[in-house]
């Protein structure tokens, strides 16, 4: 009967471990990224008694001792996505944990994507600071910074384009406020004056002015009222004030024709391909895990690609804490980029929240307690026969 107290207590002692995993699933219902775990339990071993027969054979029984705790298996099945409005939160749908870098240089890995830029420029951790890798040209991790990125420079323009009819029985005429920007970002105002070449019809002169000064001069031609492939462009030099010379292409090739439309034109200036300097305004990240930069001057950019981590067996993966994996067995790994190679694609304004299924885990909290609660009985059952044993002794 002492045995039975014993095996007992072995079923107390495991299930009260059942209840903790429990607890410590249902405590993080909330916690994003959070990935459940179950027990799993095994019988222990068993002794082996002989009985003699009458027909001198022999048979045997075997008696258990209990039950065993072999540990816990984490469920990496992915949980909800869940919108927050934040660019810099990111969640991955379908395969892959992103990759961070402790402080001691040590790898962890995470399914909760909620990221931030620390003061220096660095794209870490909002839980634990650690660094968020990215892949760099070659593969190999790299860290993920702004910290050069803030500001957009200054292109100058390059291209004028223009749209509009300019008449064919037009005597000339002039496009003025034409903007064009140098390299430190500086607008300037010129003018083209168009007029049609003796004898060639189809054929406009255009003159480049900057104020009362000529910059340069080029010939257009037209076909029919189409532009002519061949003279779309005028090509010139330009130099403002103070500044080194503009390669600059005045382009009619698209969107202008040459129909008689009387003394109405109605050519201007379409658009132009130069912009000043900006500073950044957002930073996201797209489906592909790139970093996607905007600035106030109207550009994008990209940056680094994030990595992302897979394992092929769930034992190489060990729950290091702060909703966190690290890797104990290194081959079983692989890192990658989303949406290649069997990852996943980064979902950026979500979170992937906790994978707790709430009423399962209430299902195993009944089972758990009616297991306790049936060893428990067992113990004073025992307990009750020893007590008649001894006040059998007793009399």
């Given amino acids: 009967m002492l045995d039975s107290i014993y095996i007992a207590m072995t079923g107390l002692h495991g299930y009260e471990e059942g209840l903790r995993v429990i607890s410590n699933d249902t405590t ?19 002794s082996t008694g002989g009985l003699a027969g009458q027909d001198g054979g022999h048979s045997s029984s075997q008696f258990g001792f209990g039950l065993n705790t072999l540990g816990t298996i984490l469920n990496f099945q992915q949980g909800q996505l869940q919108t927050t409005g934040n660019d810099l939160d990111l969640a991955v749908d379908g395969q892959g944990l992103f990759v961070l870098k402790a402080a001691d ?28 890798m990215g892949l760099d040209s070659t593969g190999s991790l790299t860290a993920i910074s702004i910290a050069t990125l803030k500001t957009n420079a200054a292109k100058a323009t390059s291209s004028v384009t223009f749209s509009g009819n300019l008449s064919s029985t037009s005597t000339g005429q002039t496009v003025g406020s034409i903007s064009v920007l140098d390299g430190s970002g500086s607008a300037h105002t010129l003018s083209a004056k168009l007029a049609p070449v003796s004898g060639k019809p189809g054929s406009w002169t255009v003159t480049v002015l900057d104020g009362t000064t000529t910059v340069g001069s080029g010939t257009i031609a037209f076909i029919n009222g189409q532009p002519d492939p061949a003279n779309a462009t005028v090509s010139l030099n330009y ?31 379409a658009s132009q391909d130069g912009f000043g300097a900006g500073a ?49 067995d290194g081959k079983s790994w692989e890192t990658g980029a989303a949406g290649g190679d069997a990852f996943g694609t980064v979902r950026s304004g979500m979170v992937e929240i906790s994978n707790v299924d709430l009423s399962q885990e209430f299902s195993n909290l009944v089972i758990m307690q009616r297991g306790y609660q049936a060893s428990s009985q067992v113990v004073s059952t025992a307990n009750d026969m020893l007590t008649e044993l001894f006040a059998m002794h007793g009399k």
């Fill in 28 to 46: 993080n219902m909330n916690t994003p990224g959070f990935k459940g775990s179950s027990l799993q339990f095994s019988d222990l071993f068993y």
């Fill in 239 to 269: 130099t403002p004030s103070g500044q080194s010379a503009i390669p600059l292409t005045l382009d009619f090739s698209k969107n202008v024709t040459s129909f008689d439309s009387g003394s109405q034109s109605t050519l201007a200036v």
């Fill in 280 to 328: 950044l305004t957002k930073a996201t990240f797209d489906n592909t895990g790139t970093l996607v930069l905007t600035y106030s001057n109207g550009q994008t950019s990209k940056g680094t690609r994030l990595a992302l981590g897979r394992f092929s067996s769930p034992d190489a993966v060990q729950a290091v804490g702060n909703n966190e994996f690290k890797a104990v």
């Fill in 105 to 132: 240089g040590s790898i962890h890995y995470t399914r909760d994507g909620q990221f931030k830029f620390d003061a220096s420029g660095n794209l870490v951790s909002s839980a634990t600071g650690e660094q968020v």
